[in-house]
């Protein structure tokens, strides 16, 4: 037999190519570092939308945003969650803006009535009267009867109507066991009924038509109006 040729391997050196392990190394090093300085950066701005009640400042405090923390760091949920605690707010939206801004949208619940030195609102709870509202509806009866249903329906009434109203009482009568009647500020009465209760929102336009003359105005049942003699 012949001798076996030796065939000869020739071994690639690989060069390492420094320059761009140490770009990739500094690039890395870059963006940690960017990310650590956005990171602290602090919240430039806050904007509070649609509270009445609250005051901005408090609303911030109970937010735990007074100093003004990291923009980045700061959880939008864990604000709502802070916020939504207080009785006085119904529901919570947050958006972050562009060079480090945060906007509160805040919905509060509606004050329906005060009864006993305590606010009725549209959530169905008591609460203390800690902003001394003077402007709400006083409720002069008892109506845990039937409160559940009139908190549903009155929280239909418009703003502006139910500023509109001075005194609201509970006067069922062998019809209708759900009838109230409403003393207005300008001197009217009002008879309703919760099951028609949106009518009160056309209080306007029926005041109007009175011309001036006061009366009691029954939405109960008919829609009429019995004007006052003078």
Known sequence: MGETKKVKVKVKKRKIKVKRILFCILFLSLLVLLFLYLKDLPIKNIYIIGNNI??????????NLSNYPSFISTSNREIIKKL?????IKKVTIKKKFYNKIYIYITENKILSSYNDKLLLESGEYVDNIYNITSAPILISDITSIKDKFVSKFSL???????KISEIEYTPNEVDNERFSLQMNDGNLVYITLSKITKINKYNSIYSEMEGKKG???LDS???????EE
Not at 222 to 228: A, H, N, P
């Open 54 to 63: 609250l005051k901005d400042k408090e609303i911030i405090e109970i937010a």
């Open 84 to 88: 939504e605690k207080n009785e006085y």
């Open 157 to 163: 009434v418009n703003d502006d109507i139910l500023l």
């Open 216 to 218: 009691i105005i029954y």
């Open 222 to 228: 008919g829609d009429y109006i019995e004007v006052k």
